[in-house]
């Protein structure tokens, strides 16, 4: 009876895992990647719009019919946004509670404040807030047409896109945000691989490379959007 009691009261696995910090972190990490690979193609469908509007429209109809006849319309694309969801819901959470431990454990700061850390890793709670609002922004936009700065047409992203990008605030938010990302990428990717175990003395400076080549790179690929449409290459 006694045994039952223990192995009754005995914390799961899961539960083991979300109050750990090498949990926390751990789940950070993962959902940070999930994110990451969506926004790569994210960004390469995002370049279809260098096409046409023919192009980038069949695009964005296709993401729609993903899937089909196994799944029904749209069913693949709510998927995948029920995972960015989920893990973009994980990662605020994680960083939030992993924010909350840090100040409490040193509630007092150090004499002598030295700034070891480089910029990127310095600004990443304020750049998880200010992607956090693009995103809601970014969908009221773009997705359901609630701020749109134009006339939202269901159906017809690759004028929708435009509009947006025609007004200055629409670049100034975009850009912003994106920048954001870049610095927000570059981290994580290299915290990420640590926590996960992947680093090591030989592979630390690869691993360093290849974060700043996905940043640059990322960067580079959604910021062309803009650029194009208010330069009117894109038009």
Partial sequence: MALATRAERRPSMTRTLWNSTVGKKTIMAVSGLIMLGYLAVHMLGNLKIFFGPGEFDHYAHWLRTLGEPFLHHEWALWIVRLVLVAAVVL????????????????????VHPRRRASYATRTMRWGGII????????????????????????GHPYQNVVDTFSTWYGNV?????????GLHVQHGFWSAAQTLGV????????????????????TAGFVSVPIAVMTGVVS
Wanted: aromatic share 10%.
């Fill in 91 to 110: 990662h605020a959470v994680c960083a939030y509670q992993l924010s909350r431990r840090d100040i409490r454990a040193r509630p007092v700061g150090y």
């Fill in 131 to 154: 992607l956090a609002l693009f995103i809601v922004w970014h969908i009221l936009d773009l997705t359901t047409g609630t701020v749109h700065s134009g006339g939202f047409q269901a």
């Fill in 173 to 181: 938010v975009y850009i912003v945000a994106v920048l954001a990302m």
């Fill in 199 to 218: 680093g090591s003395a030989t592979r630390d400076r690869v691993l360093k490379t290849l974060a700043v080549v996905f940043a640059v790179v990322l």
